[in-house]
């Protein structure tokens, strides 16, 4: 049977003591990470990861022309390149991202991690080691670095202000790591709809929305006794015989399927004759175009 969580929405200036700080999303107060650790954190009733601003000039008033070919107008859920699976990674890096990046190297596969910047409590990515060394690594191994916003909001569901503050929060981070910011992001939820501005708010910034074609479901079966069930979802797909390419989506938080799924799926690639890249490859853009320098454009 379903859980039922009642939610009780307490304005943080109604809430006496030092622990009034931040508010979970099923709604009790406190000031750990338990409380402020976005994307549950309530951010309108105390501090939130979110909060936090990367040192430096912010990115909002940068320049940004359109850059190559690819679509800013619509939604990307595949490739055009034929041949290939665009391997991409959410929500990272954690704990795991050291291991992929050997798995990879071990393929000679190239993937695009689409990074938040500072959610689930693990600090910002700019300032909290070994996140700059992984991200630095990312880089000097031709893997892309996209965008996932800087702490996981639905950017359908917050206000046009609030969109550009996540994004441009994390292209600050990440221009404090590798001295440049991605013009790739994924919305987190996949939720980046028309109606809420969202779409418009995106290409305004210079940002391709990028979704996928083929979910591994990794979040789903993270246990050890449950990723056999996405083994079997990238098998099934990897032996259809219509198609040509994928653009896949898993996750570097899971550490199953970091340590487990990542390999299997990756022989099942190579044997097919396939090859793993990064979503900008996929899509037949070259590097030059997946980022911008700032102030620069």
Request: charged residues 15%; contains cysteine; proline residues 7%.
């Amino acid at each position: 049977m379903d859980s039922i969580i009642t939610t009780r929405v307490i304005p943080i200036s109604l809430v006496a003591g030092p622990a009034a700080r931040s508010m979970a999303i099923v709604g009790f107060c406190g000031i750990t990470e338990d409380y402020c650790a976005d994307p549950a954190c309530q951010y309108l009733y105390g501090t939130c990861d979110s909060d936090t601003t990367p040192a430096g000039q912010s990115t909002a008033g940068d320049p940004r022309p359109l850059l190559g070919s690819v679509t800013y107008d619509l939604d990307i859920i595949d490739c055009i390149e034929d041949n290939v699976v665009a391997l991409t990674y959410d929500d990272g890096p954690y704990l795991y991202t050291s291991e992929l990046l050997d798995v990879l190297d071990t393929f000679n596969f190239h993937a695009t991690f689409f990074i938040t910047g500072n959610n689930n409590g693990k600090g910002p990515i700019d300032t909290t080691p070994p996140y700059p060394s992984l991200i630095t690594r990312m880089i000097a191994s031709d893997h892309q670095v996209a965008s996932h916003t800087w702490s996981h909001y639905s950017l359908q569901n917050i206000t046009s202000a609030m969109r550009y503050s996540q994004m441009t929060k994390n292209e600050r981070a990440l221009a404090n790591i590798i001295g440049k910011y991605p013009t790739y992001m994924r919305p987190p939820y996949s939720q980046c709809n028309a109606p809420s501005g969202c779409q418009s708010d995106m290409k305004i910034l210079g940002y391709h929305r990028i979704y996928f074609d083929l979910d591994t479901q990794d979040y789903l079966n993270p246990l050890p006794g449950q990723i056999q069930n996405s083994k079997n979802v990238v098998e099934a797909a990897l032996l259809v015989p219509e198609v040509s390419d994928y653009l896949s989506i898993q996750h570097d938080i899971v550490e199953q399927s970091v340590s487990d799924l990542s390999s299997y799926y990756f022989g099942l690639i190579q044997a097919k004759g396939w090859r793993g890249v990064t979503v900008g490859e996929c899509l037949g853009d070259p590097m030059e175009n997946w980022y911008r320098i700032p102030g620069g454009g």
